[in-house]
């Protein structure tokens, strides 16, 4: 079964508008980390963000916020005012301590910022 | 700080060489990770060294496959008789052992095309 699950394979949208990645996850554990990557065209995966299970805040980064939700099992990336350079392929991985902090990713959301 | 660098960024072999892939990672990084990604799919992973014993290998590394970091620090992954199903990139991390899940820092990765 798919511990991660990014539903959304390609998203376009147009520069300035505002963008959210859906990630849902499924664990029975009860202490996990939840991680976004970011691969631009370059191949390079860029870490983000981590959170780990036991806080719930939502965080922002300037253009970047993200919105954890355990009742959901969910954790959401939103992009405010998209711009060109955020085209890439993001990536929604899941960490779980019981299993030795094995890395679980989802397939990807390829975003597309058109001009 | 220089960040995890793999050598060389691209490899075209035919069918049945051996490939040889170097990773160095950050330096004062203690673990090491080697993932596979194909297209269209987030990485998968392979094996992890702390130092230079590796402590777990995952079930897509067959018997052709051998990883190693003999001095804990740089590390390589061969591929023996390459079939095209090998054809992906491979992606290097590197992380800080630390309590709970470490942030894994990527290079740019290795493209593998067997012919």
């Known amino acids: 079964a798919q511990k991660v699950t990014q539903a959304q394979t390609e998203i376009s949208v147009v520069e300035k508008e505002d963008v959210t990645l859906d990630c849902v996850y499924e664990?029975?554990?009860?202490?996990?980390?939840l991680f976004w990557y970011k691969q631009p065209p370059s191949g390079e995966l860029v870490f983000l963000i981590r959170?780990?299970?036991?806080?719930?805040q939502n965080e922002i980064s300037g253009r970047y916020s993200w919105n954890f939700q355990k009742s959901t099992s969910s954790f959401n990336f939103t992009i405010t005012a998209s711009q060109v350079v955020d085209s890439a392929v993001y990536f929604c991985?899941?960490?779980?301590?019981?299993?030795?902090?094995?890395?679980?990713f989802g397939t990807g959301t390829s975003l597309t910022v058109i001009p | 700080d220089t960040g995890v660098s793999q050598d060389p960024r691209h490899k075209i072999t035919k069918r049945g060489q051996n490939v040889t892939f170097r990773c160095d990672p950050i330096?004062?990084?203690?673990?090491l990770y080697w993932y596979r990604q194909t297209l269209g799919q987030g990485p998968e992973f392979l094996t992890y060294?702390?130092?230079?014993?590796?402590?777990?290998k995952s079930r897509l590394l067959s018997d052709r496959f051998s990883a190693e970091r003999p001095k804990g620090s740089f590390s390589t992954l061969e591929i023996q008789r390459t079939e095209q199903g090998d054809s992906a990139m491979y992606l290097c991390?590197?992380?800080?052992?630390?309590?709970?899940?470490?942030?894994?820092?990527f290079g740019p990765g290795t493209r593998l095309t067997v012919t």
């Open positions: 991390a590197s992380s800080l052992e630390s309590q709970g899940a470490q942030i894994r820092y």
């Open positions: 664990t029975r554990d009860t202490t996990y980390y």
């Open positions: 959170r780990n299970s036991f806080d719930e």
């Open positions: 991985a899941l960490s779980e301590v019981n299993t030795g902090n094995q890395f679980y």
């Open positions: 330096s004062e990084h203690n673990r």
């Open positions: 060294f702390q130092n230079e014993a590796q402590l777990e």
